[in-house]
């Protein structure tokens, strides 16, 4: 099964270009103008020719106000940002505190033992189908990437594997990708993201941490993207409806989205 390239990057984590990847109609997603990582707070363009090379024209973070102030994106060298704040009206939900949660094993027991880590993260996807602002901020995403002045675009959230997984999932069904295609680069993060945050596990696994609770908050599971697809069957009918009642994206948008970022092979 294709899966993203991952692109070189030093201070960056979870870099991946999603050009290459099989839609329908003997077609791919072009590559090099629609990337995904985490955050970039730790950008450091001195160190990171390879990612300046790439000559990213925006940067589209997908954090919360808190996250952002906590965290400031560093910009490659040329890009502007564009903030689409997807959990603005909730911004104490899960993936917005990856690091909190698993900073306190007694705390995390309390809030998410038994089952309710993956609960949590699961309803979290369903509300970034459902919520009106998350719809905005998707629907931002997506204006953005069909720009080709905007393009090459670099989205993000804190991890890369929650916000920005359904951001690439939509974007890829968009494109015509299959739901096998999607959920097999929407799984491709989680090596990269076990690597990452590895102290953070072992410290919570050390003080006496459930190794379930863990797992659920720094992986993605397919549950968490089935939950995001069947809120949009449930709600809208599929894809069709999501896009036209749900994100009220124009079809000139996808006109152009899919003019400019399918190609044949």
């Known amino acids: 099964m294709q899966t993203v390239r991952v692109a070189p990057a030093v201070s960056v984590l979870n870099l ?4 290459s990847i099989a839609l329908a109609h003997g077609r791919e997603v072009r590559p090099g103008l629609v990337l995904r990582s985490g955050q970039l707070s730790g950008l450091d363009p001195a160190d990171d020719a390879e990612l300046a090379a790439l000559g990213i024209r925006t940067v589209v973070d997908l954090r919360t106000a808190d996250e952002r102030a906590s965290a400031p994106d560093r ?7 564009f903030v689409a704040d997807v959990l603005g009206d909730n911004p104490g939900v899960a993936p917005a505190r990856l690091r909190a949660l698993l900073a306190d094993p007694v705390e995390a027991e309390r809030l998410l033992g038994g089952g309710k880590a993956e609960e949590m993260f699961a309803e979290t996807y369903r509300q ?4 009106p602002r998350a719809g905005a901020a998707y629907r931002a995403f997506v204006d953005t ?8 675009v670099l989205f993000h959230c804190t991890a890369g594997k929650d916000r920005t997984g359904w951001a690439a999932s939509l974007l ?3 494109l015509g990708a299959s739901r096998d295609v999607v959920r097999a680069e929407y799984l491709a993060v989680n090596p990269v993201v076990r ?3 590895r102290p953070y596990v072992q410290s919570f696994l050390d003080a006496g941490g459930d190794p379930e609770i863990a797992s659920a908050i ?6 968490y993207l089935d939950t995001a697809l069947d809120a949009m069957d449930e709600r809208w009918g599929g894809l069709d409806g999501y896009v036209r009642d749900g994100l009220r994206i124009p079809v000139v948008v996808l006109r152009r989205l899919r003019a400019e970022l399918a190609v044949s092979l």
Do not use: N, Q, Y
């Open 128 to 131: 970034m189908v459902l919520s």
């Open 145 to 152: 990437v069909a720009d080709s002045t905007a393009c090459p």
């Open 75 to 81: 910009l490659p060298p040329g890009a502007r940002l």
């Open 16 to 19: 991946r270009d999603l050009g």
């Open 195 to 197: 690597v990452a945050f």
């Open 172 to 174: 890829l069904l968009l």
């Open 218 to 223: 720094i992986e993605v599971r397919p549950r």
